[in-house]
């Protein structure tokens, strides 16, 4: 088992830079770090979007500046081709 400090020298990057790059801020848990949990939070807000008529999933993630695949695991979309209007869909829009 690796400790975090080791995988990010591993990789070549810093607990700093995956947050800045990210938007996150981790805030570690475990005093005695035999294991460690990481609670991460955001300042991401979750937003809604109503599907319009003509709308594909396509055409909502580009509009929403996501991917399909986020979209559809967010709102447990199992076919990404039959989406109805007006459904509400959720997603996260960085402040």
Do not use: C, H, P, W
Request: without cysteine.
């Amino acid at each position: 088992m690796y400790r975090l400090f080791g995988i990010f020298l591993i990789i070549g990057f810093t607990v700093s830079a995956l947050e800045d790059s990210n938007n996150l801020e981790f805030k570690f848990s475990n005093k005695n770090l035999e294991t460690l949990e990481i609670l991460i939070t955001s300042s991401e807000e979750v937003k809604e979007y109503i599907i319009q008529r003509g709308d594909t999933l396509t055409k909502i993630a580009r509009k929403l500046n996501t991917s399909i695949e986020i979209l559809a695991a967010k709102n447990n979309i199992k076919n990404i081709d039959l989406i109805y209007s007006d459904t509400k869909l959720v997603y996260k829009a960085i402040n």
